[in-house]
């Protein structure tokens, strides 16, 4: 069965930093994935998707991940947070049968000092 | 273009009462998706549509939540009765045919049952 993991419930990293946030899925055959964003009171944004081909992906707002089938990981990085990144991220994986079904993993939220 | 659109955005009820949620999703949209958001959790797929027939229900506990689409346009999802682990935020969301993989979520509705 697809699950997702995402280790880190909350980040807290300074502006200018970089970020990476962990994501780590069980599935069997080769995955759909995904991140998305999610700010207060707003739904979610997709910020980058992986199907095949180049491992490392790049997304919105500077954001880019990389798939590892060794790890079974598709972390997420960027190399400069600013103050506006500050949200709720979620990892996801689509069934390759019905790969706009996606499993979610339970998030990792994310605080920016100034 | 106009994005999902849900309402209401909240609603408060006492248990054993009944709720329902309206999803207006982007035109054109085959695909919807209703979602429910546990607090601290990631979604969870309750039902799944394309155009007014159903594609996964497999996760809506039927004995109390129902869904329709029936025009293959809007949809509404209803609760009864409710009970207190239910409170959570419904996501709705939808998809092209020509990109299923990308759904758009709307803003949600936050439910909470006293």
């Known amino acids: 069965a697809q699950s997702v993991t995402q280790p880190d419930i909350h980040i807290t990293v300074s502006e200018g930093a970089s970020l990476e946030l962990r994501c780590n899925y069980s599935?069997?055959?080769?995955?759909?994935l995904f991140w998305y964003v999610q700010s207060p009171g707003q739904g979610l944004q997709l910020l980058l998707k992986?199907?095949?081909?180049?491992?490392l992906v790049q997304g919105i707002k500077g954001f880019e991940a990389e798939f590892k089938r060794s790890q079974s990981s598709f972390n997420l990085r960027k190399p400069s947070v600013h103050w506006s990144d500050a949200a709720e991220y979620f990892c996801a994986v689509g069934a390759s049968n019905n790969f706009n079904k996606f499993y979610f993993g339970s998030g990792t939220k994310l605080n920016v000092k100034p | 273009e106009a994005g999902v659109a849900q309402s209401p955005r909240y609603k408060i009820i006492e248990k054993r009462q009944s709720v329902a949620f309206w999803c207006n999703p982007i035109?054109?949209?085959?695909?919807l998706y209703w979602y429910q958001q546990i607090l601290g959790q990631g979604p969870k797929l309750l039902i799944q549509f394309q155009n007014n027939g159903v594609v996964d229900d497999s996760q809506l506990p039927k004995d109390r939540f129902s869904a329709e689409r029936l025009k293959g346009v809007d949809s509404t999802l209803k609760i009864q009765p409710a009970k207190l682990e239910d409170s959570a935020v419904y996501l709705c969301?939808?998809?092209?045919?020509?990109?299923?993989?990308?759904?758009?979520f709307g803003p949600g509705t936050r439910l909470t049952v006293t």
């Open positions: 969301a939808s998809s092209s045919s020509r990109n299923q993989a990308k759904q758009y």
């Open positions: 035109s054109g949209h085959a695909t």
């Open positions: 599935y069997g055959a080769t995955p759909y």
């Open positions: 992986y199907f095949s081909g180049d491992t």
